[in-house]
């Protein structure tokens, strides 16, 4: 992948083939397995977190806005989706399909008619 793709013109699978080729020229595939890599993705999405760990919603905008924590923010998003991206090389799952899957069976549990507007859970609609 050259230098530089923003999400315009990068693919899921020019991602996946960034992450697979640094995993492998460092002989990490060993150490990678789903195990491993669900709980290496929850420890950096707790990360990401602890940015905004007692921030109002509008000091989290505010936060996510500053040019100083913006570079740490962003960090720590490309290392959840790095582990993200490493869990679906390693289980073979295709994350194109397996977003459509999941939006397609929100799309049912969350009608526009009935969510529009609101924070609950399907269940409570």
């Given at each position: 992948?050259?230098?530089?793709?923003?999400?315009?013109?990068?693919t899921?699978?020019?991602l996946k083939?960034?992450?697979?080729?640094?995993?492998?020229e460092r002989?990490?595939e060993?150490?990678?397995?789903?195990?491993n890599l669900?709980m290496?993705?929850?420890?950096?999405?707790?990360?990401?977190m602890?940015?905004?760990?007692?921030a109002?919603?509008e000091?989290?905008?505010?936060?996510?806005?500053?040019?100083?924590?913006r570079a740490?923010?962003?960090?720590?998003?490309a290392?959840v989706?790095?582990?993200?991206?490493?869990?679906?090389?390693?289980?073979g799952l295709?994350?194109t399909?397996a977003?459509?899957?999941?939006?397609a069976?929100?799309?049912?549990?969350?009608?526009?008619e009935k969510?529009k507007?609101?924070?609950e859970k399907y269940?409570?609609?």
């Open positions: 992948m050259s230098a530089a793709p923003a999400d315009s013109t990068a899921v699978a020019d083939a960034c992450v697979l080729a640094f995993v492998r002989d990490w060993q150490f990678h397995n789903p195990k669900s290496a993705l929850a420890a950096e999405t707790g990360e990401l602890e940015h905004f760990l007692w109002t919603p000091e989290s905008r505010a936060l996510a806005a500053d040019p100083a924590k740490k923010i962003a960090d720590e998003l290392d989706v790095i582990y993200a991206l490493g869990f679906a090389n390693v289980t295709d994350v399909a977003i459509a899957d999941k939006m069976a929100n799309a049912k549990k969350y009608p526009v969510a507007g609101r924070s269940t409570e609609l």
